[in-house]
């Protein structure tokens, strides 16, 4: 029976040990270095200057996130016009080619922003941006240009963007049809007047395809259906961009 216990006593404590020593392994191995983790910032990106800010999720929202520009979003309102309203308040409609976007400028007398903070800049201030149009063919009106100025709210500069939510955007070479009028707004009309507005913001421009279509925003209408909705007064069939 002492043997037995002796034996007994002897395997507790060769257990014992391995227990022992394998908590030992798992405490004291050190643990290998992969890098930091995935959502972390590591020491040399700081160092590097490699930190690119999370809310930039697209390459125009990186571009802004470095730019250090604060942007000042100013929306209201969309009156809409169909395309007889479009017609009737257009003094000029034009269809043409983009050749110049134009530096942005601020609604002063030379031009230039009042204020070297955010916070200086006085209430009744905005930026402009001019588009200069090549154009092709007048539809509506006279020329005696073959170039014309167009100009759209908003713009940029060393610390500030202003964007104008209803303002229709362009690209050089870009292919427009656009609906025009006589500058009205009250904070540009003593800045020369040489220029044309766009009626109805965005809903007075088109960007013209190959393939035949006049795109605005979120639709698109067939260009021959547009060019007779000028010539003939009538309503052109409006179709969703997810209908293409």
Request: glycine share 6%; charged share 25%.
């Amino acid at each position: 029976m002492n043997k037995i216990l002796k034996y007994g006593l002897v395997v507790v404590g060769i257990l014992l040990l391995f227990v022992v020593g394998t908590l030992s392994f798992y405490t004291i191995a050190p643990i290998p270095n992969t890098g930091p983790a995935q959502g972390t910032i590591s020491e040399n990106d700081i160092k590097n200057d490699e930190i690119i800010p999370s809310e930039a999720t697209s390459s125009h929202d990186e571009e802004e996130a470095l730019s250090n520009k604060t942007t000042i979003t100013i929306s209201a309102s969309l009156v809409y016009l169909n395309f007889t309203q479009l017609n009737q308040q257009s003094e000029l409609i034009i269809n043409g080619t983009v050749k110049e976007i134009l530096p942005s400028k601020w609604n002063t007398p030379d031009g230039k922003r009042r204020g070297n903070a955010i916070e200086d800049i006085p209430e009744n201030d905005t930026m402009y941006t001019d588009i200069i149009i090549k154009v092709d063919q007048c539809l509506k009106g006279s020329l005696e240009d073959q170039e014309i100025r167009v100009r759209t709210m908003g713009g940029k500069d060393e610390i500030v963007r202003i964007d104008y939510e209803d303002e229709p955007s362009f690209k050089e070479n870009e292919q427009v049809l656009l609906y025009l009028h006589n500058d009205t707004n009250p904070g540009l009309e003593n800045i020369d007047s040489n220029y044309y507005y766009i009626t109805g913001a965005m809903l007075g421009k088109f960007t013209l395809t190959d393939d035949r279509l006049a795109i605005r925003e979120y639709e698109y209408v067939n260009q021959t259906e547009l060019l007779d909705s000028i010539n003939k007064g009538y309503e052109p069939t409006i179709k969703g961009i997810e209908e293409m």
